[in-house]
């Protein structure tokens, strides 16, 4: 009875590698893996994680004989994208704080950050999605695009190892930012207007919401920033937290013009 069983098992085991290995090559071309190797910098082994890391969960919807998507493989190359990013900053900033060192990661790791890197490296070509999220998106959203980079690395790891991994972030995403200088640029202006404060002993930021207009479904606030009883700036946006970053943009700029 136990001899049929593991034969029967055996089967299904077959069976199920042969389904995934027709799907693996109708989606998976001979020439989109060799784009995909140029791509990542060596050869795949498995072919099964790659078709996995580039599976939206939207495409699922279209084709019931597929049962995994991205997910599982983005959870695990976000993991292995901050160790790889927080190792890099680590060692290029020997001087710096954890402070300065958690904002510097932050950049670089982020959904817009990661979504460029993506696009940059044409991953949209590559992705698996459904036919409606593909007339929405004609280059991929940037959410959908920021963890099929991150599934990638994932599946990168699986397939060779850490240091295939580091290859290809270093390259693909962090050389092109260092290069750029981009992620060294602190765009959180009311951080900065706080930090400016506090260092010259001067009150908190105060912001106030000094004018609302439009409907309500298409607001403007005008929010003015003042150091004690000092009107240092102002900022206009559809929320709150956006008047309030451009209120403390202008501030700086002030500030700084005036030094």
């Not at 983005?74 to 680590?90: C, K, M, P, Q």
């Not at 930021?205 to 102002?234: A, W």
């Not at 929320?239 to 700029?253: G, I, P, V």
């Amino acid at each position: 009875m136990n001899n049929l069983f593991s034969w029967i098992l055996e089967k299904i085991k077959q069976s199920e590698s042969r389904r995934k290995a027709r799907y693996i090559s109708k989606f998976l071309t001979a020439k989109k893996v060799e784009e995909l190797e140029s791509l990542i910098g060596y050869s795949i082994r498995n072919k099964t994680y790659f078709i996995q890391a580039l599976t939206h969960r939207s495409f699922l919807e279209e084709h019931n004989d597929y049962d995994f998507s991205n997910e599982r493989l983005e959870f695990l190359g976000d993991s292995v994208l901050n160790l790889i990013v927080g190792e890099y900053i680590f060692d290029s900033f020997p001087d710096k704080d954890e402070g300065f060192l958690t904002k510097i990661r932050a950049k670089l790791v982020n959904r817009i950050a990661l979504a460029e890197a993506a696009s940059q490296i044409n991953l949209g070509n590559f992705l698996l999605v459904s036919k409606n999220l593909s007339n929405i998106y004609t280059n991929a959203s940037k959410t959908v695009l920021s963890d099929a980079f991150e599934a990638l690395i994932g599946a990168i790891y699986l397939d060779k190892d850490l240091e295939a991994a580091r290859h290809f972030i270093t390259k693909a995403l962090i050389t092109p930012n260092v290069k750029d200088g981009v992620y060294l640029i602190d765009e959180n202006f009311k951080s900065q207007l706080l930090e400016y404060a506090q260092a010259n002993k001067l009150e908190i930021p105060n912001y106030v919401v000094i004018n609302e207009e439009g409907p309500q479904h298409d607001r403007i606030f005008t929010i003015l920033v003042r150091l004690g009883n000092r009107e240092v700036g102002s900022g206009k946006g559809k929320n709150k937290k956006s008047a309030e970053q451009n209120a403390a943009r202008d501030a700086m700029n002030n500030i700084l013009n005036k030094t």
